[in-house]
């Protein structure tokens, strides 16, 4: 079965500084992989995408996140923190047929003014 | 575009008393999904519905929770009885199809306390 590890539950920056929120996934196929962002009181929303194409993926709001297959990672990216970037972030891993969402733990991030 | 409409958005109960969720998925979306999200955790799938038929419904406690789509579109959650355990938030989702490529769009979710 499939499934994802994020490393840290909770992660601080200061504003203007490099955001990095790391995840590990297992699944026994190649896997559709996604981070999802929940503002406070707010439905999850989708920030990116990885489904076989390029390794690198590009998102909304500046965050970018890399699939490296050897290391089994879809670590999440921004060079820039802004206060608004402040949530909890969700990876995930889709079943085989892109059907059933399977949700890390979740990172909360903090960003420092 | 309007997205996924869920109410309510909160709700207290005792326990043993039962609950119903309503979601609107948006226009389109054969695909709805129904998660359990505990404070502290990830969101769990407990039913996917494709159309009006059931595709996954194995993390759903059968005891108490049932959930139905009837002519395919509006979905509702139902509880009974609540357990203290329930306390969580319902997400309710859906997507155009259920394969992969297509992004599942959330709701706010139904806040539940069960006191």
């Known amino acids: 079965a499939q499934s994802v590890t994020q490393l840290d539950s909770h992660v601080s920056v200061s504003e203007g500084t490099p955001v990095l929120l790391r995840c590990n996934y297992s699944s026994s196929y190649s896997p559709s992989l996604f981070w999802y962002v929940q503002h406070p009181n707010k439905g999850l929303q989708l920030l990116l995408k990885?489904?076989?194409?390029?390794?690198l993926v590009k998102g909304i709001n500046g965050f970018e996140a890399e699939f490296k297959k050897s290391e089994t990672s879809f670590h999440l990216t921004k060079p820039s923190a802004h206060m608004s970037d402040a949530a909890e972030y969700f990876c995930v891993v889709s079943d085989k047929y892109g059907n059933k969402l399977v949700f890390g733990a979740g990172t909360i991030l903090r960003v420092k003014s | 575009e309007a997205g996924v409409a869920q109410s309510p958005r909160y709700k207290i109960i005792e326990k043993r008393q039962s609950v119903a969720f309503w979601c609107n998925p948006i226009?389109?979306?054969?695909?709805l999904y129904w998660y359990q999200q505990i404070l502290g955790q990830g969101p769990k799938l407990l039913i996917q519905?494709?159309?009006?038929?059931?595709?996954?419904d194995s993390q759903l406690p059968k005891d108490r929770f049932s959930a139905e789509r009837l002519k395919g579109v509006d979905s509702t959650l139902k509880i009974q009885p609540a357990k203290l355990e329930d306390s969580a938030v319902y997400l309710c989702a859906s997507s155009l199809a259920g394969n992969s490529g297509n992004t599942i769009y959330f709701g706010e979710g139904s806040w539940l306390t069960v006191v």
């Open positions: 990885y489904t076989s194409a390029a390794t």
């Open positions: 226009s389109g979306h054969a695909t």
């Open positions: 519905f494709q159309n009006n038929g059931v595709v996954d």
